[in-house]
C-alpha cells in the first residue's frame, strides 16, 4: 500500500517570502502521479498543481512550483511571492497510474497548517 | 451546477442515530469518490463509484457505513447506528472516468457531521 507523509503540521511564512512544504510517499509503483491541495476553512479541496511521475521536468504553476524527486520519493511544494490568501491547509496525495478499480483514490498525507504573515 | 455539490454543509445527530450525507457531482462525471477527514487528519478514502457500481469500496470503516449512486449522478452515503468516533467532515469528489490521461477529482465543500 501507498503511504504519504508530511513532518511539518505547522509553517510560516512572511507575505512576499518564498516557504517550501514538504512531502515524502512510499509505493513499489512506477507510474504514478502526485498532487498538492490547498484546503482554506471553506473546507473545499483546490488543486494546487499536478506531477506525473514518468515527467523528469518539475511542474510550475504560477507562483507554485514542486522539486520532484523520483528516487528519494520526494515531491516539495515553493509558494514564491506568499499572499495573505496562501494561509490553509496544504495536502500532498498520490494517486497510482493504473487503470485498475482499485487505483484511483488519492492517498493523503496529513497535511501542513501554512500562515502567512504580515 | 458547476461543482460538487453535498448537503447538509453541517449535521449534528445524537449517537445511535443514522444520518445521510448526499452529494450531486459534476454533470458528466462518471467517477464519483467518497472521503472522511477526521480532526487533525488527512483525507482518508471510503468508496469509489464508476457509475452506479463500486469496484472499490474497501475503505468503508464498518458494516454500519453503506453507499449507493443512483442513476449515475447522486450518491447517498448511509451511517447506520452512529457512534462519536463517525464525527468527521465527510467529503465527496467526482471526476471524467480514469483513463490514459489523469482526471482530476474535484471536490465538494464537505458535510461536517457531529455526533453528541
Known amino acids: 500500500a501507498q503511504t504519504v507523509t508530511q513532518s511539518q503540521p505547522e509553517m510560516s511564512v512572511q507575505e512576499a517570502e518564498t516557504v517550501t512544504l514538504s512531502c515524502t510517499y512510499d509505493t513499489s509503483e512506477s507510474d504514478y502521479y502526485l498532487f498538492w491541495y490547498k484546503q482554506p476553512p471553506s473546507r473545499q479541496m483546490i488543486l494546487v498543481i499536478r506531477?506525473?511521475?514518468?515527467?523528469?521536468q518539475n511542474a510550475t504553476e504560477n507562483r507554485f512550483s514542486v522539486n520532484f524527486q523520483k528516487a528519494a520519493k520526494s515531491f516539495s511544494l515553493k509558494i514564491s511571492d506568499s499572499q495573505l490568501g496562501d494561509a490553509a491547509m496544504y495536502f500532498c496525495a498520490y494517486r497510482s497510474a493504473f487503470l485498475a478499480g482499485t487505483a484511483s483514490k488519492l492517498t493523503f498525507g496529513t497535511g501542513t497548517r501554512l500562515q502567512v504573515t504580515l | 451546477g458547476a461543482g460538487v455539490s453535498q448537503s447538509p454543509s453541517n449535521k449534528v445527530t445524537e449517537k445511535g442515530k443514522d444520518v445521510e450525507l448526499r452529494c450531486d457531482p459534476i454533470s458528466g462525471h462518471t467517477a464519483l469518490y467518497w472521503y472522511r477527514q477526521s480532526l487533525g487528519q488527512g483525507l482518508e478514502f471510503l468508496i469509489y463509484f464508476q457509475g452506479n457500481s463500486a469496484p472499490d469500496k474497501s475503505g468503508l470503516p464498518s458494516d454500519r457505513f453503506s453507499a449507493e449512486r443512483t442513476g449515475g449522478s447522486v450518491s447517498t452515503l448511509t451511517i447506520q447506528r452512529t457512534q462519536q468516533e463517525d464525527s468527521a467532515v465527510y467529503l465527496c469528489a467526482s471526476s471524467f472516468a480514469p483513463g490514459p490521461l489523469d482526471q482530476p477529482q474535484h471536490f465538494g465543500d464537505g458535510t461536517r457531521l457531529s455526533i453528541l
Open positions: 506531477q506525473e511521475a514518468y515527467k523528469q
